[in-house]
């Protein structure tokens, strides 16, 4: 079993910035690309950033040259650095661990609010 505990969510002004971060724990030597994903109110959860176990990153078009995403293997741990933050930017975010098709846990959610 691997759990993911979400942290870093919050209130910030348009423009500002936010770390969120994902611990693993459990199995976590299993988890192949971790990623995080986001839903606003009245839409669908997308996908906002991805990263291989590797390093390689994917980034959504919506996301990309403000939001960087990160992994440490060694504290099992995932970050999402998101700065020029906008008032779109607003949702839950989700962290998503991949164990090897098809299994994936996800975690618990953290809110993130950008104000105009």
């Known amino acids: 079993q691997v759990q993911l505990v979400e942290s870093g969510g919050g209130l910030v002004q348009a423009g500002g910035s936010l770390r969120l971060s994902c611990a693993a724990s459990?199995?976590?030597?299993?988890?192949?690309?971790m990623g995080w994903y986001r839903q606003a109110p009245g839409k669908q959860r997308e996908l906002v950033a991805r990263i291989t176990s590797g390093g390689s990153a994917d980034y959504a078009d919506s996301v990309k040259g403000r939001f960087t995403i990160s992994r440490d293997n060694a504290k099992n741990t995932v970050y999402l650095q998101m700065n020029s933050l906008k008032p779109e930017d607003t949702a839950v975010y989700y962290c998503k661990a991949d164990l090897g098709w098809p299994f994936a846990t996800w975690g618990q959610g953290t809110q993130v609010t950008v104000s105009s």
């Open positions: 459990g199995s976590a030597s299993g988890i192949n690309a």
